[in-house]
Every structure is written in structure tokens, then in C-alpha cells.
């Protein structure tokens, strides 16, 4: 009895215990994000929607739930060519849409002036069961497309079915493994091209970074890595290597989200240098910059914009 | 004489031009000439790319950061003139003049000009 073991009421072991990581409890991880956004963080930081010349956008809410949207975009459009030099041709088009916007239900319509129109429906058939649509028409034969997603949220995993036309079947998973690290994989299968194939991808993410990669058997290798420095900073980069073409394309990019604008500027190891600025100057009121210089193919993006309501 | 001068002059003249330590000189002058050029032509160009590298991702960066402490230092200012005023200072503003009190015991107000 005298050998008895003190009880673990004594100060001493506390800070031990402090020390001694977490026991992860596995049965209770949590949802990892959807397998198409993996990159997330570093898509946002890295590729803004560069855009050349003026823009201008209005948003209207009409009530709580429904709003309409326009937007004129004027500037040179590029035109693909064989040539080295690219070609551009000055465009103007007015874009009209309408947003219907419930928890449950959200509807968006957009019809521009050169004939493209697009929808996009997201509905919650059950709580864990999303099914997402988004069809395009042109008037141009083959350039419209239709797809469906099913998209079923668990405890921890998620899982995607994709059906498109062209007989495009697509099927995706991501499992959380430990609380930071969730592995995914899908497959895919397209009809027309008869084409088929196969991707894994890996993210791991605590509060101050995020690291992801991707790997298919198109021969697509998509490494990113995204660093918060602080409340305001975060650093990103990545790369992207194509195993069949072997172009390989690394860049480096800040993002400064500061209280009156953001900012996201990047340099790429093509000789890409672009920005993105987005001021506030009053509450609904936001001004935008872009800039793209390519110093290779000596082709240089400037553009402005204004966006009003949201 | 004088044409014998100027065969000797000419003479001499002509077999410096052709001596080949002469010609090796010129095309040394020449190559440094060139290479010169083409030092001068690429630093230009490394300038120029550096520099619109510069005015693209750090100028709006620089503008961007003294905006954000501008406005930090307003914040600043303003939490110590509506949040927390400073206990032994006030200022009353009079007629567009201001004046500053202090204090030296509690209750006991100096004008300070």
C-alpha cells in the first residue's frame, strides 16, 4: 500500500499531459472539402478572372430572394491561331441575367448578346443530396453542352456522380483520413472521344496552410501550396506538369486582403507577370484593375471595371 | 624630294595599315564594340522587364500598404479621442480656437495656450 501510485491530481503532470499530442478520435472526422475544389485555395489566390479592357456590372436585388444582373464587357477578345502572335478583334457585349437565391434552391440564368445563354440550378434534394445542373447553348453546332452532378455529403466523405452529354460519366470520392489530410480519387469516362481515365488526389490542411496535389492519367500533375502569413497575407504556388506535351509551369503569387481592397499579384516561370486590384470605394461599390504582362509573347492585358450592388 | 618624302611617308603609312598586328587590332576594337552593344542592348532589356515587373506586382503594393496604415493610424486616433479619452488632458474647442486643459490635482483645471 505504501507503494500505491499518488493520484494524477498532483501539478506536476500537467504540463506533460499539455505536451502529449491529441488523441485523434477517427470515428468523428471532419467533411472534407468537394474533390473539384481541392485546389481552392490556391485557384483563388492564384488565377484571378483576368480580363482586357472595361467592364462594368450592376446588380439589382428585386426582393430578398431574386435579382437581376447586367454587365457590358467592351474590349479585344483573343481569336486562336496557328501563329505565334495572337490576334485580336475588338468585342462589345451586353450580358443580362437573373438569380433566383433560396437555401434550398438557387436559380441562374445568363443570355449575352452574341446568342450564348446559360443556366446553372443548384437544388437540396435532401439534406445530404445536392444535385447541381449547368447547360450552355450557342449558335454555334457542338459548342453546347449540358451536365448534371450529384453530389452526396457524409459524415466524412464525399462523393460526386457527373453526367454529361457526349456521354460523359464521371465519378468522384474523397474520405478525410486523419483531422488534416484527405485522399480522393475518381474516374471518369468520355463516350464520343472514347476516352477514359483516372485521378488521385491528396490535401492537407491546417488553419495556416494548405498543401494539395493531383495526379491523372491524362498525364496532368497539379501540385499546390498555399502559406497564411498573417490575417491579412497569404502566399501561394504551384505548379502544373504535363506528362504528354512535358510543359511544365510554376508560379508564385501574394494575395494581400486588406480592409479596403484586395490584392493579388503573380509571377509565373513563363515570364508572366499579372495583378488583380479590387478597391472599395463605398459600400456596394468595388473598382476594379487587372494587368497581364507576357514579356515572351509580348502580349499585354490591361483592363477596368466597375461592380455595383452585391 | 618631296616626292620621295611622301613615297617614304606613304610607304610607311601603308605597311602600318597592313601589318597584322594593326588588322588584329581593328577586329579586336570591333568584337569589344559589338559585344559592348550587345551587353548594353540585353542589360536594357533586363531593365525594362524588371522594371515592369516592379511597377505591375510592387507599386499597387506599396499604394495599397500606406493606405492600410493611413487608415490604421485614423483608427487609432479615433479610439483615443471617442473611446478612451486620455484622463489627465481634454481639449475644448471655443469660437474655432482650441484650447487645451490640463491638469495638475484632480478637480483643478489649468488653460494651457
Not at chain 2, 540585353?42 to 506586382?57: R, Y
Not at chain 2, 493610424?73 to 475644448?92: F, I, Y
Request: proline letters at 5%; a neutral charge; hydrophobic letters at 35%.
Amino acid at each position: 500500500m505504501a507503494t500505491r501510485v499518488p493520484p494524477p491530481a498532483t501539478p506536476s503532470p500537467v504540463p506533460a499531459e499539455a505536451i502529449k499530442p491529441e488523441k485523434v478520435d477517427y470515428m468523428n472526422l471532419p467533411c472534407p472539402i468537394p474533390y473539384e475544389e481541392i485546389h481552392r485555395e490556391a485557384m483563388m489566390s492564384l488565377k484571378p478572372e483576368h480580363f482586357e479592357g472595361m467592364r462594368f456590372d450592376f446588380t439589382k436585388g428585386l426582393n430578398q430572394k431574386f435579382s437581376l444582373s447586367h454587365s457590358v464587357v467592351m474590349g479585344p477578345t483573343e481569336v486562336p491561331s496557328q501563329s505565334a502572335e495572337t490576334i485580336k478583334i475588338p468585342t462589345a457585349n451586353y450580358e443580362f441575367g437573373a438569380n433566383f437565391i433560396d437555401p434550398k434552391l438557387m436559380l441562374f440564368g445568363r443570355i449575352l448578346t452574341d446568342g450564348r445563354l446559360s443556366a446553372r440550378v443548384k437544388c437540396d434534394l435532401s439534406e445530404n443530396l445536392t444535385m447541381k445542373a449547368n447547360a450552355q447553348l450557342t449558335n454555334e453546332p457542338h459548342m453546347s453542352h449540358g451536365m448534371f452532378n450529384f453530389d452526396y455529403k457524409g459524415s466524412d466523405y464525399r462523393t460526386q456522380l457527373q453526367l454529361g452529354n457526349g456521354g460523359l460519366i464521371g465519378a468522384s470520392y474523397i474520405q478525410s483520413v486523419t483531422p488534416h489530410l484527405s485522399l480522393g480519387g475518381e474516374v471518369f469516362w468520355a463516350g464520343q472521344h472514347r476516352k477514359s481515365g483516372l485521378g488521385y488526389a491528396a490535401r492537407y490542411n491546417t488553419d495556416k496552410m494548405v498543401a494539395s496535389g493531383q495526379i491523372a492519367s491524362t498525364g496532368m500533375v497539379v501540385l499546390g501550396y498555399v502559406q497564411k502569413v498573417s490575417e491579412k497575407v497569404s502566399l501561394a504556388t504551384d505548379m502544373m506538369y504535363n506528362y504528354m506535351s512535358r510543359d511544365v509551369t510554376a508560379s508564385f503569387g501574394y494575395d494581400y486582403i486588406l480592409r479596403q481592397c484586395r490584392l493579388r499579384g503573380k509571377i509565373d516561370s513563363n515570364g508572366c507577370t499579372s495583378a488583380y486590384l479590387e478597391e472599395r470605394l463605398n459600400m456596394g461599390l468595388n473598382f476594379i484593375l487587372s494587368a497581364e504582362i507576357d514579356h515572351k509573347k509580348k502580349d499585354y492585358k490591361f483592363g477596368f471595371g466597375l461592380t455595383i450592388g452585391e | 624630294m618631296a616626292a620621295r618624302n611622301e613615297g617614304v611617308i606613304s610607304r610607311v603609312s601603308s605597311s602600318i595599315s597592313e601589318s597584322s598586328i594593326v588588322s588584329k587590332g581593328k577586329s579586336v576594337a570591333s568584337d569589344a564594340g559589338f559585344v559592348a552593344k550587345k551587353l548594353l542592348k540585353s542589360t536594357g532589356k533586363a531593365a525594362w522587364i524588371a522594371g515592369t515587373t516592379f511597377l505591375i506586382l510592387v507599386v499597387p503594393l506599396i499604394i495599397e500598404m500606406d493606405r492600410e496604415a493611413q487608415y490604421n493610424e485614423l483608427d487609432l486616433q479615433q479610439a483615443s479621442l471617442l473611446g478612451t479619452p486620455a484622463p489627465q488632458k481634454m481639449s475644448v474647442d471655443t469660437l474655432g480656437q482650441t484650447i487645451k486643459l490640463f491638469t495638475l490635482k484632480p478637480g483643478h483645471w489649468e488653460i494651457e495656450t
